[in-house]
């Protein structure tokens, strides 16, 4: 158990429908980071929060958006969903340089 | 634009052999690089990291070199063993680690017993 908590950890939807994954960092930790991992794609970072603010945004689409809450639990929200979109999503909390990661949700789009 | 690349997309060594597995990356202001190996179904888990002031690092079979003038660094695990196997991403970030981690592509290192 990595202390970082995924939930659901797998989902199965339909095209145009709307999903929320959700993370729950290392108790202490901050920073929370979003990853997608399509077939055999590496990790493609999404967008990083700090503390319940957004600090950095990388290529996530505009159907999808993050919020982290000030229990410092985040969510991840995809919407219009797409065949394309089924991927393995990573959450990841750091403290300091590296990354402690969460063991995904498997989205399946329909 | 791919900063961090790992060529290899698959790797296959004799246990007890030494498994090499490279990185390459473009941007010069990453300071910073992380190992992380990955089972399937599970999370990637941290390996062994360099910061951009050493040349080598290593953690029991496990030492990562870097070539700062190359932008290339590598991954040596010896002797290798069958619970090695899994897949294995190189990942890089400026500012020592206080930005976001760039992954490469990732190498499936399968130990052939």
């Known amino acids: 158990?990595?202390?970082v908590t995924q939930t659901p950890k797998h989902l199965i939807t339909a095209t145009g429908q709307r999903v929320t994954l959700r993370c729950?960092?290392?108790s202490g930790d901050l920073s929370v980071y979003w990853y997608q991992q399509s077939?055999?794609?590496?990790?493609?970072?999404?967008?990083?929060?700090?503390?319940?603010e957004e600090r950095a945004k990388g290529n996530i689409l505009e159907r999808f958006s993050a919020q982290q809450f000030?229990?410092?639990h985040?969510?991840?929200n995809l919407s219009s969903l797409e065949l394309g979109d089924s991927a393995l999503y990573f959450c990841a909390s750091?403290?300091?340089?590296?990354y402690t990661f969460g063991s995904g949700t498997r989205l399946t789009v329909v | 634009d791919q900063q961090v690349k790992q060529n290899s997309p698959s790797l296959s060594v004799q246990e007890g052999r030494i498994s090499i597995l490279n990185c390459d990356y473009t941007n010069s202001m990453f300071d910073y690089f992380l190992w992380y190996k990955k089972y399937p179904a599970e999370g990637p888990t941290f390996l062994i990291s360099i910061s951009s002031i050493k040349d080598k690092n290593e953690d029991g079979r496990f030492t990562v070199f870097l070539n700062k003038s190359a932008k290339h660094l590598s991954l040596h695990i010896v002797p290798s063993q069958p619970g090695d196997s899994a897949v294995y991403f190189c990942a890089a970030s400026a500012l020592t680690g206080a930005q976001k981690l760039v992954f490469g592509q990732g190498t499936r290192?399968?130990?052939n017993p």
Do not use: A, C, K, M
């Open chain 1, 24 to 26: 729950s960092p290392r």
């Open chain 1, 74 to 76: 985040s969510e991840l």
């Open chain 1, 94 to 98: 750091s403290v300091g340089g590296g």
């Open chain 1, 70 to 72: 000030p229990d410092l």
């Open chain 1, 1 to 3: 158990d990595s202390g």
């Open chain 2, 109 to 111: 290192l399968t130990i």
């Open chain 1, 39 to 52: 077939l055999d794609q590496g990790l493609q970072f999404l967008i990083h929060y700090y503390n319940g």
